[in-house]
């Protein structure tokens, strides 16, 4: 049986065995899941540690979590990726809490990129049915970070990728309480606002 | 409602940036506030979105490989046991809670304090107001774990409840704690939930029907992630 073009909720019941399909190795659709998803989950795993190799033992853990817990698995309540996303943003984050890292060392700027003017040609990750849509998802979404100001962005940085409170990001950024929450809040009005784009089928206006 | 929507803090409360105060103001206000749960929804699909706007990593050549033997590793091992039998659940627990799915993770780190306080604001309320909308559902620990307590707060016709649970024994890695909801001999998970060192633990619940139209609820030991019916060591108990 081709897997490829298999949906990953599908997916999901293969490996928690309880696909009605006959023969599928549940360890062949992990792959497939690997495929589409394990440069995200790796991706997001560097930029929360900041080194590979703690990166890679992360992308080994979702992996295996989802194994384990392909059973436990609710469509309803998130999608495959996204639900494998946020298991390895908190067990990220949770690792860099483990090594005490300390607010002040961590890095305040969204990371390195070559910026929204450069978005175009990036590389399809998913499966041939969602190409199209996470395609434009991701430059959108791409665009959209790089057109906030870079105090907004910096604050969504150490909020989703270092997991730091207000609190902690006014320490760090030497800045009022007041002032973190506005950006936090209107960085994420702005990408929301962005966001609604996608589901109607139109890039935003640049 | 009285008090004051929170829509300000529904950004942060996503990103789980909220300091101690905003996230129990926040937690307590989203408990008893479709409108503002609704409103959460988009900054749950936000912050979800967030990921694809890093710059890609390539993984090392051979993770797939080194994940795919592990797992198979894993299957002819313990796999199979995991789902027969339960071998010393109780132990010191990992740093890691052991959860179904993110979002439910997410959601529970914010809403674990707030779970607490929620349950004794209603036991005011209902202190105060005889007769009052919220019902208590006392659970009692079992031979195998006698000092656990818990308290189930549930509404009348409402399908939102949040569990507490009090001196659970911490469980080893690979173990979680897993609410049935119990109605004509029909076990229903309501959700699966870790406990810290000092055997506290809370769980909010989304349940397909009314709490209240269960008899009775039940905690036992599961794998992580949870199990389609209860197979493991039973600690709590207790119905309407």
Redesign the interface.
């Known amino acids: 049986m081709n897997l490829s073009a298999v949906d990953d909720a599908a997916l999901m019941e293969m490996i928690a065995g309880a696909h009605p399909e006959a023969g599928v190795v549940q360890s062949e659709a992990l792959g497939v899941l690997y495929d589409r998803y394990g440069r995200l989950v790796f991706t997001v795993a560097v930029h929360v540690v900041g080194d590979r190799e703690t990166a890679e033992e992360i992308t080994q853990d979702v992996f295996v979590r989802v194994w384990e817990g392909a059973a436990a698995y609710r469509a309803e309540l998130a999608k495959v990726s996204t639900w494998m996303i946020g298991i390895a943003r908190h067990r990220a984050i949770d690792e860099l809490r483990r090594r005490g890292a300390r607010p002040e060392k961590l890095r305040a700027d969204w990371p390195e990129d070559l910026g929204a003017e450069h978005l175009e040609g990036l590389p399809v990750l998913d499966g041939p049915e969602e190409e199209v849509e996470s395609s434009l998802e991701r430059r959108v979404v791409r665009r959209a970070v790089w057109a906030l100001p870079r105090e907004q962005r910096m604050a969504l940085n150490l909020a989703y990728f270092k997991g730091l409170s207000h609190h902690q990001m006014a320490e760090l950024l030497g800045q009022p309480l007041g002032t973190v929450k506005s950006r936090v809040r209107l960085a994420m009005q702005k990408l929301r606002e962005a966001l609604s784009q996608v589901g109607s089928g139109k890039e935003p206006e640049k | 409602m009285a008090e004051e929507h929170v829509f ?1 803090l529904l ?2 409360y ?6 101690e105060a ?1 996230l129990l103001r926040a937690a307590r206000h989203l408990a008893a506030c479709p409108l503002c749960r609704g409103g959460l929804e ?2 749950w ?16 050549a051979g ?2 490989e ?3 033997r ?3 590793d ?2 002819h091992r313990a ?1 199979p046991a ?1 789902h027969t039998s339960l071998p010393r659940p109780f132990a010191r627990p990992r ?2 809670p052991g959860l ?7 959601l529970l ?1 914010l809403l674990a304090a707030a779970s607490l306080l929620l349950w004794r604001q209603v036991n005011n309320l209902r202190a105060a107001v005889p007769g009052g909308p919220a019902r208590i559902v006392h659970l009692t620990g079992t031979d195998s774990a006698p000092q656990s307590v818990g308290y189930l707060v549930i509404f009348p016709a409402e399908t939102y409840g949040a569990l507490v649970v009090e001196d659970a024994p911490p469980l080893a890695s ?1 173990y979680a704690y897993q609410l049935w909801l119990i109605k004509d001999g029909a076990r229903t998970s309501g959700g ?1 939930f870790s406990v810290g060192e000092s055997g506290y633990g809370t769980l909010e619940i989304w349940a397909d029907l009314p709490l209240d139209s269960y008899s009775s609820f039940g905690v036992t030991v599961e ?6 019916g209860p197979t493991g060591v039973k600690i709590l108990g207790g119905g309407l």
């Not at chain 2, 996503?14 to 300091?19: F, N, R």
């Not at chain 2, 699909?45 to 090392?60: E, G, M, N, R, Y």
């Not at chain 2, 794998?223 to 389609?228: D, I, L, Q, R, V």
Request: glycine residues 10%; charged residues 20%.
């Open positions: 300000d950004p942060g996503a990103l789980g940036a909220l300091d905003d988009g900054h699909k936000t912050v979800d979105a967030l990921a694809l706007a890093a710059p890609l990593q390539s993984p090392p993770l797939k080194k994940i795919l592990r797992v198979e894993q299957a796999r995991v740093t890691l179904a799915s993110a979002a439910l993770v997410l780190v690979g699966v794998p992580e992630g949870g199990s389609p």
